[in-house]
């Protein structure tokens, strides 16, 4: 074995500068998770509480979440039921305020609630995947609606080269 891998040596030195670099780069894993992803796409939008979540059959989870308690991740955890009776609407982002958000005040523990004026939602379908985005920005901050079209593309965008690792 030992000739072998001698010889494989001989032949990546040469091939000159940049291609014997990629070639000898091991590319059996991504560099970079999903989860490495949106948190730095969360690092850029910090203004923002942004939840993702999947549909594993019988009820949404959630995949990634930033700027949220621990608590509200647990409440999060809801029925596709829950889901195709609030909001069957796809591929469309909408917003949520006062009266109409009330039924989505249930997801989120007390603190979380004192955050949300706003809820934006999504739900759409990626790879045979169904996603829901869930995206508020914080009180006080001053974000226009192109920002929050921005980082939900962003997030779509991720689920997209992702959904097979879910």
């Given amino acids: ?3 072998y891998i001698k010889a ?3 032949y990546k030195k040469q091939i ?3 291609m014997y670099k990629a070639y000898s780069y091991n590319t059996s894993g991504s560099f970079y998770t999903f989860q490495l992803l949106f ?4 690092i850029k939008f910090a203004c ?3 939840i993702l979540l999947i549909n594993d059959g019988k009820k949404y989870k959630v995949s990634m979440a930033n700027n949220i308690s621990l608590k509200s991740i647990d409440t999060l955890e809801s029925s596709k039921d829950f889901w195709d009776g609030t909001y069957l609407t796809q591929n469309s982002l909408t917003c949520f305020t006062n009266l109409s958000l009330l039924p989505f005040r249930q997801l989120f523990t007390i603190n979380d609630n004192d955050d949300i004026d706003s809820l934006y939602i999504e739900r759409y379908s990626v790879n045979n995947n ?3 985005n869930i995206l508020s920005p914080l009180k006080n901050s001053k974000n226009t ?3 929050i079209l921005h980082l939900n593309n962003d997030v779509k965008f991720l689920t997209k080269y992702f959904s097979d690792t879910f």
Avoid: R, S
Avoid at 39 to 42: A, D, I, R, S, T
């Fill in 1 to 3: 074995m030992g000739f």
């Fill in 8 to 10: 494989q040596d001989m």
């Fill in 16 to 18: 000159n500068g940049l």
């Fill in 39 to 42: 948190n730095k796409l969360q």
């Fill in 48 to 50: 923002f509480k942004t």
């Fill in 130 to 132: 169904n996603f829901i």
């Fill in 145 to 147: 609606y192109k920002n």
